[in-house]
């Protein structure tokens, strides 16, 4: 079962605008990771937040969490062409000796140039 | 430092034919997944290895796939008889033990087509 969804499902935006996505969960966590994926390649890790903190950044990324309301953003400022690729939210699922990432269903990004 | 490798990258067979994937982890990663990828989908957990034993495959359709990490360090995947719906990319991915594990690092992934 997937545990994220994210919101949009497909972002088209112009070169030099802002992105931004946004990742909903179910059970509580103890981090949340966010994946770059590009069409045709592996999963690249962006960023990890952990669950006692409320914002991180890391270059042109901004990721927020918010553990109330179970949702965290991805917020990618002076977007690029090169930025165009699917963003996927994963929670962190931890019981005994298994650690394992659950996906969300992913945003697609499309910068145009 | 080498990242996760896999092989084939591409591989095509008819229905009910076999295929065989390939992973060699990361150098020192105790954990190893396979994760299967939905054209459109968030990739979903197949099989997690802690050395070379399982600790989750839950997700592993069993009547079919099944997987292997004999010596603890690289791992394969096989399909057999494959059906059309096992179209996908599947992901290996691996991760350090411990307090520095927190990542999991994914290879480029082995894209199947069943026909």
């Known amino acids: 079962s997937q545990q994220g969804e994210e919101d949009p499902q497909a972002l088209s935006i112009q070169e030099g605008e802002n992105a931004t996505m946004n990742c909903s969960y179910k059970t509580s966590i103890n981090n949340l990771q966010w994946y770059r994926q590009n069409s045709g390649r592996g999963l690249v890790h962006l960023i990890l937040?952990?669950?006692?903190?409320r914002e991180k950044h890391s270059g042109r990324l901004r990721v927020t969490l918010d553990t109330s309301k179970k949702s965290s953003s991805l917020l990618i400022t002076a977007s690029r062409a090169a930025d165009t690729a699917s963003y996927f939210c994963?929670?962190?699922?931890?019981?005994?000796?298994?650690?394992?990432?659950?996906f969300g269903s992913g945003t697609r990004l499309l910068v145009r140039p | 430092e080498a990242g996760v490798a896999q092989s084939p990258r591409y591989k095509i067979i008819e229905k009910r034919q076999s295929v065989a994937f390939w992973c060699n982890p990361i150098s020192g990663h105790a954990t190893l997944y396979w994760y299967q990828q939905i054209l459109g989908q968030g990739p979903k957990l197949l099989i997690q290895f802690q050395n070379n034993g399982v600790v989750d495959d839950s997700q592993l359709p069993k009547d079919r796939f099944s997987a292997e990490r004999l010596k603890g360090v690289d791992s394969t995947l096989k399909i057999q008889p494959a059906k059309l719906e096992d179209s996908a990319v599947y992901l290996c991915?691996?991760?350090?033990?411990?307090?520095?594990?927190?990542?999991?690092?994914f290879g480029e992934g082995s894209w199947l087509t069943v026909v």
């Open positions: 991915a691996s991760r350090k033990q411990g307090a520095l594990g927190n990542t999991i690092y």
């Open positions: 937040i952990r669950s006692n903190e």
């Open positions: 994963a929670t962190v699922e931890r019981m005994d000796s298994s650690y394992k990432l659950i």
